[in-house]
């Protein structure tokens, strides 16, 4: 990776280490679907908190199974750290609303949400995480690009808001790991990665044989046959918990996947990310809402890696 890619993942970690020093913590929001990108994100958190803080993690869930009673039961000095992603705003709401619920219920604690995109539709929906969120006295909130940040600045002096970079970018010495086991790779000829959602650019064109690792999984054969974390050596130091495991068999599948690619197509985020990982050239196309675009000027169009595609935005879906 590019050495300003390492310096912007070391900035996270040390921003991290002075947020959470001396603390435990509790991890929440767990992927609890196929969409592999957010689960490079999980285990890249679980890198960062461990690798140089050595934390105690005492608690982890999805947000179908959070139980905020239990959580008010944690020690005093337990830290909520909430995924980040792409799905802060209203894009998605069940995880926003979840935000919010935390940030009501969890206001004696100091709360952490990770690098996030932030995109919001109706005005409306960003002034009444606003006032919520100012009535938290001890609120971190993180975005992934200046979009973001600029959009955050809605928030009142005393809610920190910051700029770094998408933690999945701290597993290049695990996905190093990971090729190194998986050897010379058969050729696959080109890997073509799209979207299925409403992210997708609305001009974009469609290719027989494209894949997808969400709705529907086309990783979910091959990562049955993941070998787990224990069998490598950084990756038995980070990831211990059963979420962990799951993460890693999709993050395991991906790599295999793209390993052995003569050309990668993508117009996800996160296929982006794992290309820049392995240091393989590709075709970038932009998505609807310019996550890609912003993500991607910020962080790594220095890397060179990506031949970027633009097609023209379409109408925002209903």
């Known amino acids: 990776m590019a050495g300003s890619i390492g310096k912007a993942v070391g900035a996270l970690e ?140 809605a928030l009142p002096p005393h809610v920190h808001r910051y700029l770094h970079i998408d933690s999945a970018l701290a597993l290049a010495p695990v996905v190093a790991e990971i090729v190194a086991s998986l050897g010379d790779a058969a050729p696959r000829g080109v890997v073509r990665l799209r979207r299925r959602d409403g992210e997708r650019a609305a001009t974009a064109k469609s290719f027989a044989g494209e894949i997808d690792w969400h709705a529907p999984d086309d990783l979910a054969e091959l990562a049955r046959s993941a070998p787990p974390p224990k069998a490598f050596r950084l990756a038995k130091k980070y990831f211990t918990s059963p979420y962990d495991v799951k993460s890693f068999a999709r ?44 993500f991607s000027a910020l962080w790594t169009a220095e890397t060179g890696l990506a031949d970027v595609v633009k097609p023209k935005r379409g109408q925002q879906p209903p």
């Open 14 to 153: 040390r921003e991290l280490d002075g947020l959470l020093a001396g603390r435990r913590v509790a991890v929440l929001d767990w992927p609890n679907y196929a969409n592999a990108g957010d689960h490079f994100i999980w285990l890249g958190q679980k890198a960062l908190l461990k690798r140089r803080m050595k934390l105690e993690i005492l608690h982890e869930t999805t947000i179908h199974q959070v139980d905020f009673a239990k959580i008010g039961q944690l020690p005093r000095d337990c830290a909520l750290v909430c995924q980040g992603g792409g799905n802060f705003g209203d894009l998605y709401p069940s995880h926003q609303q979840f935000r919010e619920a935390m940030v009501a219920a969890g206001r004696e604690r100091r709360i952490v949400m990770m690098p996030q995109s932030v995109n919001y539709r109706e005005p409306a929906r960003l002034a009444a995480m606003t006032r919520l969120y100012a009535t938290h006295s001890d609120l971190h909130v993180m975005a992934r690009d200046r979009r973001g940040y600029d959009a955050l600045a």
């Open 251 to 294: 993050l395991w599948a991906a790599v295999k996947v793209f390993h052995g690619a003569a050309r990668i197509e993508t117009d996800r985020l996160h296929a982006h990310i794992l290309a820049v990982m392995l240091g393989k050239p590709h075709r970038l196309i932009y998505d609807r809402y310019g996550k890609i675009e912003d």
